[in-house]
């Protein structure tokens, strides 16, 4: 029996989440004023569909990402294999390959037959290495083939930071990732409702057996770390990689995924019992991100932003932009929205009428605390009509400001006073020979 505790919800929860705010083209990158233990983590806004990220930390460090691998195990396997309904034997090769490694398994045996389902459910509930290891084998026809395609995967995300030799990751100082590359594969994983499904699952029964979630945010009876509004997705930790966690969490409308890697463990109270600080961490982020940043409209529609000068206007010489629709960012909650700076980008010397109102003329940056929160498309706030006569003259003054006709009317004005000055003398010459005959005829 499968027990899917808010694998529905989450899933319309992300689904929804893209629609829920408007979108802007960058945000701002906080720093916590928060305590935090890991080597590196990201914490995403997925309320935006650009997805912008609101807090990171060695986002491009290479990492080891341990059973977070799982989740393009996950992904490769759904997106090659269409029926999830399909038995798989486990072999005897998958079986031994895990031998004295000290792997999480769920205890298949050779020769067991489940489902590529089931096989998902184990992979990533309860980090199943056995089982990954069989949807490998099974999806790539080899093990090598596979991880071919894990790594292909990964590039076709623009992945540049990842490198991986197994399905399930188990350490090798070769199977690597960023916190950046891991943000590119969940975001995709998330668009897939499979993939979600079995992600956001928090326990799994299989044969005689439940399984629960490795993330123990989702765990009601482990007081350091649950947390309420958390989901999914995977957890993974070696002596090499720490602890790490991807997850989401949803409140008050708002929609986050933290990927946290590299997180110790801490003795907080010298009793021996030591806290596992990747869920810590993530719900710190969680936390402050809830708490301290809100939606807020940073630049209101049909706000003059500035003006441009009109070339050929009816009445008007200038003419003023506005943005085209209301544009709300994530910042820091109660702003001051003087605190706002706009900076026009690429403003034209001037515009040419007729200009129509709403007209796009240039975008303008939205800056806070130094950081772009978002973007703006600046229109024409007002219509200009073309004035005829103003473009007659101007054209010509344009036409006789042109460089070429400036020296054409130079030679011609040359040419000109050449020739009149040569009519000229000659006119003088022909009088004098006049003179001199005369001159001569009284002598």
């Known amino acids: 029996m499968k027990k899917f505790t808010g694998a529905f919800l989450a899933l319309i929860i992300v689904i929804s989440s893209l629609l829920a705010f408007p979108t802007s083209a960058s945000a701002a990158v906080y720093q916590p004023d928060v305590e935090l233990y890991s080597q590196a983590y990201m914490l995403i806004n997925l309320d935006d569909s650009s997805y912008p990220v609101v807090a990171q930390k ?23 294999v269409k029926d999830l309904q399909q038995q ?17 398994v769920a205890g298949l045996k050779v020769g067991e037959k489940l489902t590529v389902e089931q096989l ?18 099974f999806v790539g026809g080899t093990r090598d083939s596979f991880v071919k395609m ?12 990842t490198h991986f030799v197994n ?28 993939f979600t ?18 993330n123990l945010m989702l765990r009601p009876g482990y007081l350091s770390y649950y947390y309420e509004y958390a989901k999914g997705i995977k957890t993974g930790s070696t002596s090499e990689a720490g602890y790490c966690v991807i997850t989401t969490a949803s409140k008050d409308g708002y929609n986050y995924l933290a990927i946290v890697l590299g997180a110790p463990v801490i003795d907080y109270n010298d009793d021996g019992y030591v806290e596992k600080c990747s869920f810590i961490d993530a719900a710190t982020l969680f936390e402050w991100a809830f708490d301290s940043l809100k939606y807020s409209t940073v630049i209101s529609k049909d706000e003059v932003i500035g003006e441009v000068g009109v070339e050929n206007g009816k009445d008007a010489d200038t ?35 007729p200009v129509k109102k709403g007209d796009k003329i240039c975008t303008a940056q939205i800056i806070y605390a130094d950081e772009v929160v978002a973007e703006a498309q600046l229109v024409a706030a007002q219509d200009v009509e073309l004035s005829t006569l103003l473009a ?38 022909k009088a004098e020979k006049q003179n001199t005959r005369r001159a001569d005829g009284e002598k």
């Open 197 to 214: 499904r079995i992600a956001y699952t928090v326990e799994y029964d299989y044969g005689d057996m439940t399984y629960y979630n490795t």
């Open 150 to 161: 894990m790594n292909d995967y990964a590039a076709s995300l623009g992945c540049t930071g």
């Open 319 to 353: 003419l003023r932009l506005v943005a085209e629709k209301d544009i709300t960012a994530i910042v820091p909650a109660g702003l001051d929205r003087s605190n706002i700076v706009v900076k026009v980008q690429d403003m034209p010397q001037s515009v040419s009428a």
């Open 120 to 137: 998902l459910y184990l992979t990533m509930v309860h980090s199943a290495c056995d089982a990954s290891e069989v949807l490998a084998e």
């Open 88 to 104: 798989v034997a486990v072999s005897q090769q998958a079986y031994d390959i895990l031998l004295g490694t000290g792997a999480q």
């Open 167 to 194: 399905p399930d990751g188990l350490h090798d100082d070769d199977h690597y990732t960023t916190a950046r590359d891991l943000s590119l594969i969940t975001l995709d994983a998330l668009k897939n409702s499979a």
């Open 58 to 80: 060695n986002q491009d460090k290479k990492m080891y990402p341990a059973s977070l691998t799982k989740i393009v195990t996950a992904m490769v396997t759904l997106n090659n």
């Open 392 to 429: 007659v003259l101007n054209a010509v003054k344009g036409f006789f400001g042109l460089t070429a006709v400036k020296i054409a009317l130079a030679v011609i004005i040359a040419a000109a006073a050449a020739y009149i000055a040569l009519f000229v003398y000659k006119a003088k010459k």
